[in-house]
């Protein structure tokens, strides 16, 4: 390595390191300020929740350190150009700003569901048809105000995950952009046909663009309200497409896609959906493909954090995930020909890639 490429990578190295910094702290204060003006995860009236297994700091603060030193390595091997924290820049400060006001706005409307125990009240909005939505679906998960139906909560979602995550998110969603490079090494973007299944307000979608712009991109939720943001988010890549519908009864045709990408949905799942929705995405992809899954980490994934993902469900709400953290994938990928290639953890996040029979 010649001394400008080690000058260059020392200063990149830096300039992570400022910028990631920069974002934990100010995500970081966010979410202390609102466990300062909320009740915390005990429930008034009730004994204080104690998790089975012991939670340890120690290896919670070394997955998060790992986290960053990973995402670095992913950049400097070449797998995603640096974000350089695209949240945080100057021109972006009124609107950070903004959904930070938002956010903390919204965090003791957040705290009276959870010492309710409601988090069913959404049935009743009017944008709630169910004719078109399953039950399962409307609902607040996390608390979230207006579940996944509404311009509001659409605009301050991803803050909020950053700031529970204490501005790891998207280094956690990194993880599974590194899977998908390596899917799409040597072989001409333009060919390939990527689905992003739940995707959300887009948030992954620019990610995965920003790294690889002439991708052709497909992003399916079944929040309208989220799939129009995302359709904003991904409005300057022509090639791209965003869709409504539900996970489970994809409106694709059968082997369309190359590649199909699962960010934090399995956990908000059923059990009874999640075979279902393993089976669409297997029957979507072409022979040979993969279904790259990111979601939270379950039981024994690092034993030091079981303690950890024990409080989740206590403080948000969460109807299906202490199921999923005891939930084996491994039955419902078999039965659709699915093989496990890859693992990888991301703090409190597991990326694992599955592959389908060619």
Same mark, same amino acid.
């Given at each position: ?7 260059? %990578? ?48 120690? +290896? ?15 950049? !400097? ?26 956010? =903390? ?22 944008? +709630? ?5 399953? +039950? ?38 990194? #993880? ?6 390596? !899917?799409?090494?040597? %072989? ?6 990527? =689905? ?110 079981? #303690? ?5 469900? !206590? ?14 994938? !491994? ?16 703090? =409190?996040?597991?990326? %694992? ?6």
């Amino acid at each position: 390595m010649s001394l400008f490429e080690t000058v260059a %990578k020392t200063a990149g190295r830096a300039r992570y390191t400022a910028a990631q910094g920069l974002r934990s702290a100010w995500y970081g204060g966010q979410y202390a300020l609102a466990r300062r003006r909320s009740a915390g995860f005990n429930r008034p009236g009730e004994p204080a929740f104690k998790p089975q297994n012991k939670p340890e700091v120690k +290896a919670l603060r070394k997955a998060y350190i790992d986290l960053f030193r990973r995402d670095r390595a992913n950049i !400097e091997a070449g797998l995603y150009p640096d974000p350089m924290a695209q949240d945080m820049r100057m021109r972006d400060l009124p609107g950070a700003v903004k959904r930070a006001r938002s956010f =903390l706005k919204d965090v003791a409307q957040v705290d009276r569901r959870r010492l309710d125990r409601d988090g069913t009240e959404v049935r009743g909005h009017e944008a +709630a048809d169910p004719k078109r939505f399953p +039950a399962y679906y409307r609902q607040n998960f996390h608390y979230q105000t207006d579940g996944w139906l509404s311009d509001e909560s659409a605009d301050i979602y991803d803050h909020q995950v950053e700031a529970l995550f204490t501005g790891a998110a998207d280094a956690m969603r990194r #993880g599974s952009l590194a899977e998908l490079a390596r !899917e799409l090494g040597g %072989k001409d973007q333009r060919q390939m046909e990527v =689905l992003d299944l739940a995707c959300g307000t887009g948030r992954f979608m620019r990610q995965t663009l920003n790294a690889f712009p002439r991708l052709s991109l497909t992003g399916i939720d079944l929040s309208p309200n989220y799939a129009r943001a995302a359709r904003e988010t991904v409005a300057r890549w022509p090639q791209v497409d965003v869709v409504e519908g539900q996970a489970e009864a994809l409106p694709f045709e059968d082997a369309s896609f190359d590649t199909v990408v699962s960010i934090y949905l399995f956990h908000e799942l059923p059990p009874r959906v999640r075979g279902p929705v393993i089976a669409e995405a297997a029957r979507v992809l072409r022979p040979g493909g993969a279904l790259i899954v990111a979601d939270s980490l379950q039981f024994g994934d690092n034993p030091g954090l079981d #303690g950890f993902l024990e409080y989740f469900p !206590e403080g948000f709400h969460e109807p299906y995930y202490k199921g999923y953290l005891k939930w084996d994938f !491994e039955p419902a990928m078999q039965a659709v020909e699915m093989t496990a290639e890859r693992t990888q953890l991301a703090f =409190l996040t597991k990326v %694992k890639v599955w592959r389908k029979a060619g």
